[in-house]
């Protein structure tokens, strides 16, 4: 079975300072590994994936991800926040060469930008 | 280019109706899917589709139906709205597989009261 933990449910910052979303999966297999953002009252759109090429990933709008498989996590950072951020993050993981069904979703994390 | 078009964006029903969520993809995907989203839990998978006459069964089925007789289209159904229904639906579409991103629609705000 695989699962994934967002271990934040809402991390606060201010702009101008560095991000960091955590995600830890658990998998059996070689997983595959995604960051979705979401803004208000729109759809999900993806911002990076890793799936088994270089561990550290980089992605749209600044953002990116590092590969730990040691550590079984998959947390999302940018060096510098902007207003533009403030979104919901969702952290997915799938099977690689598995069936279609088998994406799990996190659970989010809201991000929150002040000035 | 359009991309996923969801309608309704926002629909009101009482316990016991019954309606369509419409969504149509202009990419040329095989894959679409339906989701649900509740505060907290994230998305949770309803129904999916590998191509056109092809559907199956996600995490949390129950309540709806699914078709797909274009590429382009995948209606889900809820045949008898029930409160646990209340939730925001998205659909989503893909290229070729499980490890392609997914294009998602804006969502479905549905209510049953």
């Known amino acids: 079975a695989q699962s994934v933990t967002q271990l934040d449910s809402h991390v606060s910052v201010s702009e101008g300072t560095p991000v960091l979303l955590r995600c830890n999966y658990s998998s059996s297999y070689s997983p595959s590994l995604f960051w979705y953002v979401q803004h208000p009252n729109k759809g999900l759109q993806l911002l990076l994936k890793y799936t088994s090429a270089a561990t550290l990933v980089k992605g749209i709008n600044g953002f990116e991800a590092e590969f730990k498989k040691s550590e079984t996590s998959f947390h999302l950072t940018k060096p510098s926040a902007h207003m533009s951020d403030a979104a919901e993050y969702f952290c997915?993981?799938?099977?690689?060469?598995?069936?279609?069904?088998?994406?799990?979703f996190g659970k989010g994390t809201m991000l929150l930008v002040s000035p | 280019n359009a991309g996923v078009t969801q309608t309704p964006k926002f629909q009101v029903l009482k316990t016991g109706q019954s309606m369509t969520l419409q969504c149509a993809q202009d990419?040329?995907?095989?894959?679409m899917s339906w989701y649900r989203q509740d505060p907290g839990m994230g998305l949770r998978l309803i129904h999916y589709?590998?191509?056109?006459?092809?559907?199956d069964q996600g995490e949390v089925p129950n309540g709806y139906n699914v078709s797909r007789s274009t590429t382009e289209d995948f209606p889900l159904r809820l045949l008898s709205a029930a409160p646990s229904q209340t939730s925001v639906y998205f659909c989503?579409?893909?290229?070729?597989?499980?490890?392609?991103?997914?294009?998602f629609g804006n969502g479905t705000r549905l209510t049953v009261t």
């Open positions: 990419m040329n995907h095989e894959y």
């Open positions: 589709s590998v191509g056109a006459g092809i559907t």
């Open positions: 989503a579409s893909t290229q070729e597989g499980i490890n392609s991103p997914l294009h």
């Open positions: 997915v993981v799938s099977l690689l060469g598995s069936g279609y069904s088998t994406l799990t």
